[in-house]
């Protein structure tokens, strides 16, 4: 019994490397340059939107095919002035205020500010970003590449976490391997998620499924984006490159983080079937530390702990080369250790259906 659970989890492992080759190969270089607009979501951004204006305005992309649209979301703090100020020195930026007024039911807290500033976009390729992050220089051509197949609706590019300290890089390490799995599951043709602070959509697609204005409300709506547009039989991708790099800043207190992580686990809810399975497969390995346990087979417990540390490890080392992020790779085991311990209270989160993003109040 023990040793079946444990090859279902070990495939599932497998699965993942091999979904992840996969998404990898379907990488383009093609050349293709059609308008870009990125917009930037900026609630209470003070500290960190002009980092983030700056990396936007240093890309490499023709400036007459680009524009920044920053919707400022209800901020309470000084966001406007910063907007203002650099509103002065670059043309390509462009502001929206959003207000109370504008808030509508399917239209709440982050989806409807992106709503928002697409609405007031003309860009055939959307990028998409959080205030409180740097893109690469590269980051625009990267993602828009992917675009040059007609197909494809929805890319998600590589999202890495900022810092030095400890906390910080076990965070690294864990998106590291989060999005591994996103884009293993993208080349299974299973999509299970993407970061929003990193994304791009064809703006066709978008209106052809409703924006979010028809998409149901979620927490997290990248996930729901992405869902919309597969389901549409539209085609997704995961830019799992250096190119499309984008660093966000890390969760600042332990209470930051489970928030985080509270609404990435009710907003995962979503995918039904697919998360039923995912967490199946996740729990087999439990189970079998829980036999192996209860019958003091202690030879097993050990076993099973390596497999997890060195499968799941091996799954987040293949990501670290391919995009060259060796600084992660000495803090892979404790961050398997922290995951592993994470997982024992993530589903007790799910409970909670009361979200909180950004001082707002959720209730899906």
């Not at 907007?83 to 020195?89: A, E, G, V």
């Not at 807290?109 to 709503?115: E, H, I, N, S, V």
């Not at 080369?321 to 994470?342: C, D, E, K, W």
Request: net charge positive; hydrophobic share 45%; aromatic share 10%.
């Amino acid at each position: 019994m023990i040793s079946a659970l444990a090859a279902v989890y070990a495939a599932r492992v497998v699965l993942f490397m091999t979904g992840f080759r996969r998404q990898r190969a379907r990488w383009r270089t093609a050349v293709f340059t059609p308008s870009v607009t990125i917009v930037v979501p900026a609630r209470n951004e003070e500290s960190t939107l002009e980092r983030c204006i700056t990396s936007l305005m240093r890309v490499d992309y023709p400036s007459s095919l680009l524009t920044v649209v920053v919707v400022d979301d209800r901020s309470t703090d000084t966001t406007a002035q910063v907007l203002q100020r650099l509103s002065t020195q670059y043309a390509e930026l462009r502001i929206v205020t959003r207000t109370d007024h504008d808030v509508e039911r399917n239209l709440r807290g982050k989806p409807g500010a992106l709503q928002q500033g697409i609405d007031a976009s003309t860009g055939e390729i959307i990028l998409m970003t959080d205030a409180d992050c740097s893109v690469s220089p590269g980051w625009v051509r990267g993602m828009v590449q992917q675009f040059s197949d007609p197909e494809v609706a929805l890319v998600a590019g590589l999202t890495s976490i900022a810092g030095t300290s400890l906390f910080d890089r076990i965070q690294d390490v864990e998106w590291t391997y989060t999005q591994a799995m996103a884009a293993g599951g993208i080349g299974l043709g299973v999509p299970l998620g993407c970061f929003g602070n990193n994304l791009a959509v064809r703006r066709t697609a978008f209106q052809e499924v409703g924006g979010y204005r028809k998409i149901s409300f979620s927490v997290t709506e990248d996930l729901a984006l992405q869902q919309a547009l597969h389901d549409a039989g539209w085609r997704v991708r995961h830019a799992f490159h250096e190119m499309t790099s984008v660093q966000s800043l890390p969760a600042r207190t332990l209470r930051e983080y489970i928030t985080q992580r509270h609404r990435w686990v009710r907003g995962g809810t979503s995918l039904g079937l697919r998360a039923v399975v995912f967490v199946a497969t996740s729990v087999t390995l439990w189970l079998a530390l829980a036999l192996s346990l209860w019958q003091a087979m202690w030879w097993w417990v050990t076993a099973l702990l390596l497999l997890r540390v060195v499968a799941d490890g091996f799954l987040i080392s293949m990501a670290v080369h391919a995009v060259g992020r060796y600084r992660v790779v000495p803090f892979i085991p404790l961050s398997m250790v922290v995951l592993m311990l994470t997982e024992l209270f993530l589903p007790f989160l799910v409970l909670k259906k009361k979200v909180t993003w950004k001082d707002q109040v959720f209730r899906p």
